[in-house]
Each structure stands twice: as structure tokens, then as C-alpha cells.
């Protein structure tokens, strides 16, 4: 249900490039994707979503009901999972808010990129390991 | 009435690991009757105390939002397949 204390998330260079291309174009806007892999802890993929958040979208964001259900169920209909969602600060530091632990699904995987004046930064990763618990952070991995 | 309950995915360890629950229901609240009680530790991730539904959830009905139409007391039909969306959004 979550991911091991200490296991690192490992993300393909291509799906990163994608998270922080997307969240440069989404400036200053929150920018968002949903993120896939064949295993848990394994992104391989990112879908660039949109982010549905109307009256505050440079602080927050909204992923629709029926871009998840797209998101899900086309993951799965190609033998992938479902991950988690990244999701951009515009201006602030790649940490959790607290609306994102209001909203956070413990087995979801949250990734954080903050954009600095349009340019994409920092790059984290957090998990929550039970319903009433806190982010944790976990380490991230860049690979091919 | 036979309905297909789909579960999504941080819904799954409450469910057995299953994406899909075949329940007996005649409204949307007949449904998550039963699949609560198949699945009881669903309940609290899906209800308020009260049995409403969590704000935290969506419910979706052949692409519509249950809220939109009668809400716990929207009719289903055999064959129906009702969707439990989690909100994803943040700050």
C-alpha cells in the first residue's frame, strides 16, 4: 500500500524531462500529470493532465474525475499501474503544502517540481505511508 | 440487480487488492451498502460518519457524476458499472 521505508522511486529520464517541460509551459500556472510504470516505484511514463483549478491555478490544481478514469484506465489497459501525480509550485520551494496532505491518497505517489521565474527546479518525491500520517519524502532516481 | 462496482487504485488495499466488486443493487446506495459490507474497511474511506459521502470521493455513473444526478438515491440498471473516482488536486 505504500512504498518501503527507503525504497527509492525510480523515474525514466524521458518522464522527467516530460514532468519539467510540462510544468515550464504550465508557468505560472500549476501544471500536473499522472504518473505510470509496470511496478510500484517504477515511473516510466508521466500524461501530461490538465490542471481544472478555475479560481486559483497559480496555487493550486485540480485533476477532473474523467481525466483520472482516462489516466487509470488507460494505464492499465496497456499492462501498466496507475503510480501517483506530480504537480508543480510555481515560485515555491518542491515541498508538500498543506492542501496537497489534505487531498493526499496513502499507494498514491506525489512528485513535487518547483519553477523559479518559468524555469523548472527542484524535484522531489513523497509518499504517505498511512491515512493520518505525514509525506515522506523518498529518494528519487533518474535513470534510463 | 447485478452492478460492477470499479475501485480505484489507492481504494484496492481496502478491497482485497480487487479493481472491480460485482455487487446486488438496486441504487447507488444499495451499492455502496453492499460493498461495504463486502469490503468493510472501505467504509470509513468512502462515508462521513453520518453515510454521506465523502467529499474526498466521487462517484461516477456511466460517465456522470452521481452528485449531478440523484445523488445515494440514483437508480442503477443491470449491467450498470459505477465508478469511485478519488479527488486529486492540492496546493
Given amino acids: ?144 | 440487480m447485478s452492478v460492477r462496482v470499479r475501485i480505484p487504485t489507492p481504494l484496492r488495499p481496502y478491497a482485497g487488492g480487487r479493481n472491480e466488486v460485482a455487487v446486488s443493487a438496486t441504487t447507488v446506495q444499495s451499492a455502496l451498502d453492499a460493498l461495504v459490507a463486502e469490503a468493510p474497511e472501505l467504509r470509513p474511506q468512502l462515508l462521513a460518519e453520518d453515510g454521506t459521502l465523502r467529499s474526498f470521493v466521487n462517484l461516477y455513473l456511466n460517465g456522470e457524476d452521481v452528485r449531478t444526478r440523484a445523488g445515494l438515491a440514483t437508480p442503477l440498471a443491470d449491467g450498470d458499472e459505477l465508478k469511485v473516482v478519488p479527488a486529486i488536486a492540492g496546493g
Fill in chain 1, 1 to 144: 500500500m505504500s512504498l518501503d521505508a527507503g525504497r527509492p522511486v525510480r523515474l525514466a529520464a524521458q518522464a522527467e524531462a516530460a514532468i519539467r517541460r510540462e510544468a515550464a509551459r504550465a508557468y505560472p500556472h500549476e501544471g500536473c500529470g499522472a504518473l505510470v510504470g509496470p511496478a510500484e516505484g517504477e515511473v516510466s511514463e508521466t500524461l501530461p493532465l490538465a490542471n481544472r483549478e478555475s479560481a486559483s491555478p497559480r496555487t493550486r490544481f485540480t485533476v477532473a474525475p474523467l481525466d483520472y478514469l482516462a489516466a487509470e484506465e488507460g494505464a492499465e489497459a496497456r499492462g501498466l499501474r496507475l503510480l501517483g501525480f506530480w504537480h508543480s509550485h510555481p515560485d515555491h520551494p518542491a515541498r508538500p503544502s498543506a492542501t496537497d496532505r489534505q487531498y493526499a491518497w496513502p499507494g498514491l505517489l506525489t512528485l513535487v517540481i518547483a519553477v523559479e521565474r518559468g524555469e523548472p527546479r527542484d524535484l522531489t518525491a513523497w509518499d504517505v505511508p498511512g491515512p493520518e500520517a505525514p509525506f515522506r519524502q523518498v529518494e528519487l532516481q533518474v535513470g534510463p
